[in-house]
């Protein structure tokens, strides 16, 4: 991941990390730029998590076992003689 200075918009290096959440999905990164001799800023951002593309492989199963379980004896045996043609 690259963070870019908002001043002169060269490269920056986080030089450390404050998470804001128990989930660390949001934190503030401590950054200084790299453009020393012209510029030298310091600065924090703020990283968030947004959304998955694709979920997980261990929730995606949950998800699928749970509605499974919903179903009833004949609902599971005609979702599985579908499943296997």
Known sequence: ??????NCQ???RITSRNNLNEGKTVADLYCQCLNTKA???TFVST???K???NPPAN?????AA???NKLTKEERAALLSGVSD
């Open 47 to 49: 990283l968030g998590f």
């Open 39 to 41: 510029c030298g800023a």
């Open 66 to 68: 749970n509605l499974l």
């Open 10 to 12: 060269q490269k920056a």
């Open 51 to 53: 959304h998955y593309l």
């Open 59 to 63: 929730s995606t199963a949950q998800l």
């Open 1 to 6: 991941m690259s963070v870019y200075c908002p």
